[in-house]
């Protein structure tokens, strides 16, 4: 909502004192640190984008350490105040329908993954949007410790979640990415950070297979009366790509222990070539 995020003044107070607006100083100079060190550990490259970037301070805090610094922020005011120091902002909300021209070697998001509703999707965009050797580096408030420690204090209606360094790691990783490291951080653990990469190997399996899909059923859309010849385990898997599985009229198979017998979701029977049969 458009109102919300320009209204939205808990942390960020836009247009009222630029020098003062936005994350303590403490807190900048540990996000400084911190990727500086995932810099030099990871070997990363020069392009950086930072999702909620409010008026941009983490922009200007690392552009000496990167060449092509983008942010995204869906607030109109903060975007107004970081157009105003010359950095490179857009006014979006960043989701899966969100696609950059460009890849980026380091994606951050601080402090915004407890604002979102739609997870997999903000997660889905990540991944498409870094470079395969890219990380993503994600600083949400630690919220083992909120509950451990009955923080109500530090409990906001604005936030639609909270995170454990389990809770997170299982999030990425069944979201295509492989979590390099999980700490507390920052004054008394009162923050979690994690480092993700891209699960390349999971990505080329999944895309293969949809890449075949779809070259597939393209083929089988313009046929009526469909036989198969050879019906092994991995041809059952091809099998199950087929989407008109209603057009397969017949299964051949020279196994004659699979004589007469059915595969699954498919109502044509498998049988033994004859020359009747093909015919």
């Known amino acids: 909502d458009e109102d919300y995020y320009d209204d939205y003044d808990i942390v960020y107070n836009p247009e009222q004192d630029l020098e003062n607006l936005g994350y303590p100083k403490t807190l900048l100079l540990f ?19 930072d999702v909620g970037c409010g008026s941009g301070e983490i922009l200007e805090i690392m552009s000496p350490y990167f060449k092509n610094c983008v942010g995204i922020e869906p607030s109109k005011k903060c975007c107004k105040l970081a157009k105003r120091k010359g950095l490179n902002v857009i006014n979006d909300t960043f989701n899966n329908t969100v696609d950059f021209s460009d890849k980026y070697d380091c994606i951050t998001c601080f402090m915004v993954l407890e604002h979102i509703e739609d ?16 990380v993503a580096v994600i600083n949400v408030p630690n919220g083992k410790k909120i509950i451990e420690n009955a923080m109500y204090s530090d409990v906001f209606q604005e936030h ?20 390099v490291s999980v700490e507390t951080c920052y004054t008394d653990d009162l923050y979690l950070t994690a480092v993700a990469k891209k699960n390349i190997t999971k990505c080329l399996l999944s ?9 597939l059923n ?43 017998k059915y595969l699954m979701n498919c109502d044509a029977k498998i049988n033994l070539p004859t020359i009747d049969k093909i015919n």
Not at 36 to 45: H, N, T
Request: hydrophobic share 35%; aromatic share 10%.
């Open 207 to 215: 895309e293969k297979k949809e890449d075949d899909k779809q070259c």
């Open 119 to 134: 997870l997999k999707g903000f997660i889905d965009s990540i991944y498409m949007n870094l470079a395969d050797n890219g």
């Open 218 to 260: 393209d083929i089988i859309k313009e046929l009526s009366n469909i036989g198969l010849f050879g019906i092994g385990i991995r041809a059952r898997n091809i099998v199950n790509l087929i989407c008109e599985k209603n057009k397969i009229k017949y299964l051949f198979d020279n196994n004659k222990n699979i004589d007469n």
């Open 31 to 49: 996000y400084q640190s911190l990727l500086k060190d995932v810099i030099s550990r990871y070997k990363i490259g020069d392009s950086l984008l």
């Open 160 to 179: 639609l979640n909270y995170f454990t360094a389990e809770s997170i790691t299982k999030l990425f990783e069944n979201n295509r990415f492989n979590i």
